[in-house]
């Protein structure tokens, strides 16, 4: 099973239809998505799912990768292929069936909010480019005022926190 990834595509759309192709035991599986997983130190987009024959709304809470394949190159690092994108759901999905199409979208704030903080660490705390799959802004004004703080949190770990001026850090 593949997701499509449509956030590569466009990171600013914020809905698709999409068809059900697979259950596991955190939630569902779709052929294509707009919804970003969590990872590359980004949370995972939220949202709801509405199920198209009878508009009933889902809510999904988080979004994460399950691997497929591996590739092993000799001049590059591992490469994960054919991924598939879970939707993490509280609710029962049982009844749902394989092949049933929903519509997803994501929640546009917490997006805006993810990518936001996303950017700010990556252009703030790195000086070089590096290649990256979360979303980003186009711009650094689009950030406003940065302030990063460092905590140690333990023997050899620290942790960045990074807060924006006019945005709320969860």
Not at 16 to 35: H, N, P, R, S
Request: proline share 2%; aromatic share 8%.
């Amino acid at each position: 099973m593949q997701t499509e990834k449509i956030y590569y595509k466009n990171q600013f759309q914020s809905s698709c239809k999409a068809k059900l192709i697979g259950k596991t035991k955190e939630g569902l599986i779709f052929d294509k998505t707009v919804a970003y997983p969590e990872g590359g130190a980004q949370i995972g987009d939220k949202g709801k799912l509405i199920r198209t024959k009878n508009n009933e709304m889902i809510s999904f809470v988080d979004t994460r990768k399950i691997k497929g394949k591996t590739i092993y190159l000799d001049d590059f690092s591992i490469i994960n292929v054919e991924d598939s994108i879970v939707h993490i759901l509280e609710a029962e999905y049982e009844d749902y069936e394989i092949g049933e199409e929903f519509i997803i979208k994501v929640n546009i704030s917490e997006r805006a909010n993810a990518t936001l903080n996303h950017s700010a660490m990556y252009w703030k705390c790195l000086d070089y480019s590096v290649p990256c799959g979360g979303t980003h802004c186009n711009t650094t004004n689009q950030l406003g005022m940065i302030s990063v703080k460092r905590k140690n949190i333990g023997k050899s770990a620290d942790r960045l926190i990074i807060k924006l001026k006019n945005i709320e850090n969860p």
